[in-house]
């Protein structure tokens, strides 16, 4: 099973949709840094008052999912909806977002976290699809204001498609390991770089009607940039927020006829976790 979240609410969202209610944010990584587009940019807090930023939107938004990428950060962070547009965060209407997406799963996970070093993508799926959202409200915890930056931010809602093995699930954080040595030849510290890993999602057989109706929900969302993918690798329990933000391995292939009234579709993808 896995999750897409290909497209973006906050896309066309600019600085005077955004209020940090609590704490601050630095005038060279200001919020919609987090989702310009560009996951080598950021958001950072200016102050250790942990942030709590309120989001606008000029109509009703459907949404499901939280997606968050950061590399090198540990921090969590909650979401709230509100079907009134407003920058109170104190309204009355606020609701939690709970991600509690699952087979026979009865958790209800409200945070959404990132750990350096082990996962620095991940993701939130919610049972209920929230479709009268005019704000979100989203508060951070244990953001530290000098070393930690949101890099990619992404709300929207997801895709569920059934996928076929081999396929890479989410269990650990990849690295390159390199080996530097000094004049004299003895050993340095080795650095770890942060690698990407080749995702292949290949859907289960769809009817026509029913492919052509995923590629028009995902196309744009998974050209246009970076996206959100999450696999569930345990069937009983599909709310294991491990993720992968990624970007079109090169190009997209096209759906393909398996017999007269089977299709699939092959997403190759490079995903960074």
């Known amino acids: 099973m896995a999750y897409l979240l290909t497209n973006n609410i906050l896309t066309d969202r600019t600085s005077s949709d955004v209020t940090i209610s609590t704490g601050g944010q630095q005038s060279l990584f200001p919020f919609t840094k987090s989702f310009d587009g560009n996951p080598s940019t950021g958001f950072k807090s200016s102050t250790s008052t942990q942030p709590v930023v309120i989001i606008n939107f000029p109509s009703v938004q459907r949404i499901n999912a939280l997606g968050i990428y950061a590399p090198d950060s540990s921090f969590s962070v909650s979401m709230q909806t509100n079907d009134t547009s407003t920058t109170d965060a104190s309204h009355a209407n606020w609701t939690n977002m709970v991600f509690d997406k699952s087979g026979s799963n009865t958790g209800t996970l409200t945070t959404v976290s990132v750990a350096n070093n082990t996962t620095s993508a991940a993701m939130g799926i919610s049972n209920t699809t929230k479709t009268d ?3 979100v409200k989203l508060t951070f915890t244990n953001l530290s204001s000098t070393d930690d930056v949101v890099n990619y931010i992404q709300i929207g809602e997801v895709r569920e498609i059934n996928i076929t093995s081999p396929y890479n699930p989410n269990t650990f954080k ?11 030849g003895n050993p340095l510290i080795s650095d770890r770089l942060p690698v990407a890993t080749k995702v292949t999602l290949k859907t289960g057989l769809m009817t026509q009607s029913d492919m052509q109706q995923l590629v028009l929900n995902t196309y744009q969302g998974l050209q246009s940039g970076g996206f959100m ?13 491990a993720a992968y933000y990624c970007i079109v391995d090169k190009k997209l292939d096209q759906p393909k006829f398996i017999d007269s009234t089977n299709m699939t579709w092959t997403i190759k993808a490079l995903g960074y976790s």
Do not use: G, H
Request: charged share 20%.
């Open 133 to 135: 959202t005019r704000a």
């Open 174 to 184: 990849n690295f390159e390991l390199t080996q530097k040595r000094n004049n004299n």
């Open 229 to 241: 993918v999450c696999t569930s690798y345990d069937l009983t329990v599909e709310s294991n927020t």
